[in-house]
């Protein structure tokens, strides 16, 4: 019926209309090929209000099964299968293509290959065995000269809607990570074309440290930030997507003495790098209201003995924020592009070892290693510029704790988590994909056959 009332349009509209609608249908077909057109039942899976109520959010690249970067990687020690086979299993439902990266045993690094300054430093085993993978990582990234790419642990997780979440992320980060299209704008003084982040009126000279400054999503101007080499944006170095804890910048410079090591490590003695010349970060915050994969302020927290994270309590519940990466710690997920990987593997693998990865990455996105003297003396030349890493506040991946697992660096609260039977759950992450695993391998589709493992109550 449908088919012979399209006939009859098409002979009262004429050939250039059919022509059109040839084409629609063709258009249609392809992208319901592609999974960018979903079923009723399979959008129950995404019934995220913003991508729903904006049609700017929607982009198509991040629904691709590489998360819209060009490849996606997994660190994983070979004899740990049974993390390899969750990881399989994750990344198969969520439809996400990933590639492994073999994890690097302490004592199979030799001392030859170290960094000169890491000799007189105690790194653990464990510590050279993450930092060596990560190196091989990067060093992938280069030789394969990818635009970017998505680096993960093996213990990981994230939500069953990750995609709609990283649609919303990635028109968040483009303040931080994409300059204007015009020079001549209300956001930025005629100059340079700079992102909003730098945009002066984004940073005010007589800001203190108590200086909040937010910008609603929804209120991005979308025409001005539109990218071209990545969904992302067209100029940043990382983009820390998964981590146990940040901090919202503020005007003053980082602080010398350190602060209290996080719960889910041991006291390793750990000096924050601090570096006298370094630029203050963008103040910038992006909002993302209503945010119903968020969970309650009382379930955010990277443990169940941790303290809730301060976004709870200064912001409404179910309220997301992107922001550049500030004390950032813990490398569950992180995207980097193809300048980011170039300038961290000459910091890190050829220059500096002087404590866990994470620990060196959080003090390079902080700027620590960052020459600001230089800088100011040569930015009307644009020959470097400091570290643009973003990052989001609650995290879009999460650690996994399993049951009866164990970390091959440290255990999460000394190991009480799990010697206690606390395991198997992933904070921060409502609908995780590890946990509704054998519902969805079912083929359960809909939210209200799986489990919310972090309801609003």
């Not at 939500?159 to 919303?168: E, F, G, M, N, Y």
């Not at 980060?173 to 020079?183: C, D, G, H, N, Y």
Request: proline share 9%.
């Amino acid at each position: 019926m449908c088919k012979g009332s399209l006939k009859a349009v098409a002979r009262m509209m004429g050939r250039p209309y059919r022509v059109a609608i040839i084409c629609i249908l063709f258009l249609l077909l392809t992208l319901n090929q592609l999974g960018y057109i979903w079923s009723p039942k399979l959008h129950s899976l995404f019934p995220y209000q913003y991508v729903q109520a904006s049609r700017r959010a929607v982009v198509p690249e991040i629904l691709n099964s590489t998360l819209g970067f060009e490849k996606v990687f997994v660190v994983n020690l070979p004899e740990r299968t049974d993390r390899r086979d969750a990881m399989t299993l994750a990344t198969a439902l969520s439809n996400i293509s990933a590639t492994w990266i073999n994890g690097i045993m302490g004592s199979a690094v030799s001392s030859k290959v170290l960094p000169a300054d890491s000799f007189d430093k105690t790194i653990s085993r464990g510590n050279k065995g993450s930092w060596r993978a990560h190196m091989n990582a990067l060093q992938t990234i280069i030789d394969q000269n990818l635009t970017s790419a998505l680096i993960m642990e093996d213990d990981v997780d994230w939500d069953i809607r990750i995609k709609s979440q990283l649609q919303v992320f990635a028109e968040a980060a483009r303040a931080f990570t994409q300059p204007v299209t015009s020079a001549s704008s209300n956001w930025a003084r005629d100059g340079p074309k700079v992102p909003l982040a730098q945009a002066e009126s984004f940073n005010p000279a007589d800001a203190t440290e108590n200086t909040v400054v937010e910008l609603p999503v929804t209120r991005l101007p979308h025409k001005k930030l539109q990218p071209t080499s990545s969904p992302y944006g067209d100029d940043w170095d990382v983009l820390w997507l998964g981590h146990c804890g940040t901090e919202f910048p503020t005007k003053s410079k980082p602080k010398a003495k350190p602060k209290s090591p996080p719960p889910t490590r041991p006291n390793t003695g750990y000096t924050p790098k601090t570096n006298p010349e370094q630029l203050p970060l963008p103040l910038l915050r992006v909002t993302i209201p209503d945010d119903i994969t968020v969970p309650q302020p009382q379930h955010l927290k990277p443990h169940p003995f941790a303290l809730p994270d301060p976004l709870g309590e200064e912001y409404p519940p179910h309220t997301r924020i992107v922001h550049a990466s500030s004390g950032t710690i813990c490398t569950q997920a992180y995207a980097v592009s193809q300048q980011g990987a170039r300038k961290l593997l000459y910091q890190f693998g050829l220059q500096s070892l002087t404590a866990g990865w994470d620990l060196m990455l959080k003090d390079w996105c902080d700027g620590a290693y960052f020459d600001g003297y230089a800088y100011a003396q040569q930015h009307g030349k644009k020959r470097t510029r400091p570290p643009v890493c973003v990052t989001v506040q609650p995290p879009l991946f999460s650690h996994h704790y399993g049951k009866a697992s164990a970390s091959d660096i440290m255990s999460p609260g000394g190991g009480f988590l799990n010697r206690n039977g606390r395991g198997d759950i992933t904070p921060y992450i409502r609908y995780s994909v590890r946990l509704n695993m054998g519902k969805l391998v079912e083929g359960v589709k809909d939210l209200e056959g799986l489990v919310d493992q972090l309801p609003n109550y």
